[in-house]
Nanobody, 126 residues
Framework: QVQLVESGGGLVQPGGSLRLSCEAS????????LGWFRQAPGSEREFVAA????????YYANSVKGRFTMSRDNAKNTAYLQMNSLKPEDTAVYYC???????????????????WGQGTQVTVSS
């Protein structure tokens, strides 16, 4: 069973930055598609960013494109989400997710991922 642990959340002012980390257990980290999702109170869990297995090219939700950068370090079994120019609308619990053999069309769908972290709270407020 793969375990994922997010960290790096916190309180930040609008326009500020945070860097989230997702550390994974298990083997063959590069064989997993990875996703970042977020969920605000009363809202559906929504796609933020993702990478396909064996690929370092990120896909982004339009709402974060140009502000967020996803990366992965396979040697460290860790994925990152660098969040810049944060807005109050970015406030949510952020989750890391992983699964094998996800197609591009599946990357943005939470139901496609088998493994999830516990989430880390990001609050953007003045």
């Amino acid at each position: 069973q793969v375990q994922l642990v997010e960290s790096g959340g916190g309180l930040v002012q609008p326009g500020g930055s945070l860097r989230l980390s997702c550390e994974a257990s298990g083997r063959a980290f590069n064989a997993y598609s990875l996703g970042w999702f977020r969920q605000a109170p009363g809202s559906e869990r929504e796609f933020v960013a993702a990478m396909k297995a064996f690929n370092s090219n990120p896909y982004y939700a339009n709402s974060v494109k140009g502000r967020f950068t996803m990366s992965r370090d396979n040697a460290k079994n860790t994925a990152y989400l660098q969040m810049n120019s944060l807005k109050p609308e970015d406030t949510a619990v952020y989750y890391c997710a992983a699964d094998r053999q996800l197609r591009t069309s599946s990357l943005g769908r939470p139901s496609e991922y088998d493994y999830w972290g516990q989430g880390t709270q990001v609050t953007v407020s003045s």
